[in-house]
């Protein structure tokens, strides 16, 4: 997901990145679940973009 706002951050698109506690404690998520929150963010930054 950093590379993902990086690349809009590239595109001129300011962007903040934020983890909260809690969620980074969580470790690591199942694979699909992972790949949600990619494909969301992905869409969200592109829609902004």
Do not use: C, F
């Not at 934020?18 to 929150?37: K, T, W």
């Amino acid at each position: 997901m950093p590379q993902l706002v990086e690349a809009t951050l590239r595109a001129g698109v300011p962007v903040e990145w934020e983890i909260p506690d809690a969620v980074s404690r969580l470790g690591p998520l199942p694979q699909a679940v992972e790949l949600s929150a990619y494909r969301i963010l992905q869409e969200a930054l592109a829609n902004v973009v």
